[in-house]
């Protein structure tokens, strides 16, 4: 599965776990406007790490906060190409 | 005897300016009216002297409320929004709260309670009584589940408020804390004390219309988590801000959220500063650096500072005094140091905090202690114990996870499977949404001390 599938398929499973309705994920979808909250991020980022092996705003000294749906999938892409 | 001095009084004196106040989505009032008006609506002489708790779903009305009862009633138990059910009963008994303000009737206290129901805010035409020293009480996270209810006096929560200088313009305050717990009451006496507009949300508003507000009042001084600020650099309105203060407080500031906020506000100066329920505003660090230099421990203004056993200990008069109720808690050691729990360690001329000590779980600025979780869990039948404990997280700090241990050996995935949604079935039904793991692995056994209790390991 490629990595931003593995991201879009935790963002669904906990939006569920979490009774949240997630908004159809486009590029240019703003995060804040996904209708998740920080409390599923941050279990949506622990579970990536389980999936991916990586938690890319700990492993890089550079961090950004991501604000797009793209930009939370190029985190993870980036980390996984180091 | 000198006259005492109520917050109404501070604000009183420091309202000195036209057009500051508090608002809210919708709402908004001046200082100078809040300080002359009521929300009791001529009921004060009935609650002269009795324990009261802010039941209040609004922060607005609560910051009303908190104004007019400072220096009237002789305990107010100041709670948030989420604060419900066993709970808020057992917080109602431990304080023997006379009478509840709330702005519902049929709202469910747990238990049967005499409420009054908050007005909108009219002149006051009920003269006061002399005020009395209020008992300022805020609920923290309890071991049991049962809440441990911290007594402060104002003067304490005062303790780290500096007077504004008379030629220093009012900074426009907002805080991402609900200014029911400690980080956002600190907020709001801080603006109430110094006649700065401060600008608040609720709990149903968007981040996105905080943030609109927010840049419309001209947010000066803005506070919040290291967690609510990850949210906020998450979110595409945040350049609509200008903050020249940012604070954070509740949490470990670790490097990434500091260099960001420096990066991202330039113009900002970016201090994080190290408080708590219990041992009140520690002290702050103003280098934009993680962790605190190591010259603090020699004292810190008139906060005091140890470091035993990798714990940090504070001691001032700007600690709790003590808990409500529970005559068997101590919260200050022999020598009036309260353990904050707080593991530090040195690193050259630093120190970094490096977690809760095996105990609490701080989820974004919010406690958790494992126990509470446990006794949930261990009340399925399957279960023989369990052990909840932190897995760090980069956007709130920690999350819970649990490991749980099965009376029966073999175990089927499926049977499993159905354990494990039973189990967080009952976490859903009792706990608030933080408290629930966000993971339950089941193992075969848990390591126990010699002495019987569960080996919880270092956090």
Redesign the interface.
Known sequence: MSIRLTVLSVMEEVAAEQEKKLAALKDDTLLVNSGLDSLCFAIIVARLEDALGVDPFTASEEVYFPVTFADFVALYENAAAV | MQPRFDLRSYARDAAREDGTGLCAPGRQVLWREAIEGTVLSGRRALLAGKSVLIGLSSQFDAALAMLELDGLVARMVITPPDFLGERMASAIEQAQVDVVICDDENKDFGVTVPRFVISPITRETEAAPPPIETQWVLPTSGTTGAPKLVAHRLDGLLGAVRPRAAAEPAPVWATFYDIRRYGGLQIFLRAATSGATLALTESDE???DHLARMAEAGVTHLSGTP?HW??L?????APRIAPKYIRLSGEIADR?IL??LASFYPDARVVHAYASTEAGVGFEVTDGRAGFPASYLGGVGDVEMRVIDGSLRLRSRRTADRYVGRDDLRLADEDGFVDTDDLVEREGDRFYFKGRRAGTIN??GLKVHPEEVEQVINLHDGVRMSLVKP??????GD?VIAQVMLKENEVSPERKRSLKDEILGLCKERLE??KIP??IEFVSSLAMSPGGKLLRGKA
């Open positions: 968007p981040l996105s967690s990850r949210r650099l998450m979110n595409p309105g990434a260099d960001n989820i974004g897995r760090r997280n980069p956007i709130t999350l949404r933080h966000i993971s």
